[in-house]
């Protein structure tokens, strides 16, 4: 009877992984290699020897903007260490394109881990239908209540959208323009 790998990667952690870019649910390709326990060098050599099996709705290349912007949001660094720029563009992959990668690495932990991969994509996607159906059916009660229960609806919908994503502000010091509005005024 084969061993059953019992270490594999939570489906928690892999939601957390799953990033909406060009509205489309992605993950990159670090995190991609991560899960399926290789180097992200070795599942891109991989990719690019099979460049065949990934067309554009199954993997995409992202921009530098992309990039930068991505990593400000998921380091929890502020300061990078010299030469840890980005080199290299991420590739970012869509639910079928990590399947494929998965094939494409021929390992048994990918294959393994593609299945919970999948399971991860498939629960964001019925999340989303639930919440679009919630939308509709609030829509049909609104309709066949009067105006009295207009308060309630709009809460509930407040409720329902997320809140704006805010800006932090950056920690450290800022050099400012000197202006005349500014100026020390000496006392006599």
């Known amino acids: 009877m084969p061993k ?5 990667v939570p489906t928690e952690i892999i939601e957390n992984k799953i990033l909406l870019i060009r509205s489309q649910k992605v993950m990159l390709d670090s995190d991609l290699a991560f899960l399926y326990g290789v180097e992200t060098r070795v599942l891109n050599q991989a990719v690019k020897r099979n460049l065949n099996k990934f067309p554009k709705d199954f993997m995409f290349q992202l921009s530098r903007e992309e990039a930068k912007s991505i990593r400000r949001s998921r380091s929890q660094s502020v300061i990078l260490k010299p030469g840890h720029n980005i080199k290299y ?3 970012a992959f869509t639910e079928h394109g990590a399947i494929m990668a998965a094939n ?5 932990k990918a294959v393994e ?15 989303l239908a639930s919440h ?3 939308a509709r059916k609030l829509d049909e009660l609104e309709g066949k209540y009067d105006r009295q229960f207009a308060v ?3 809460a509930i919908r407040q ?4 809140p704006p994503v805010r800006r932090r502000r950056r920690i450290g ?16």
């Open 113 to 127: 881990v593609s299945v919970h991969v999948v399971r991860a994509f498939i629960k964001l996607r019925r999340i």
């Open 104 to 108: 494409v690495l021929n390992s048994e």
């Open 173 to 188: 010091f800022t050099a400012r323009e000197k202006s005349a509005k500014y100026s020390v005024k000496r006392r006599k």
């Open 152 to 154: 309630v609806f709009e």
């Open 4 to 8: 059953k790998n019992t270490h594999l």
């Open 89 to 91: 563009l991420p590739y």
């Open 159 to 162: 409720l329902m959208t997320p």
């Open 132 to 134: 679009a159906e919630l």
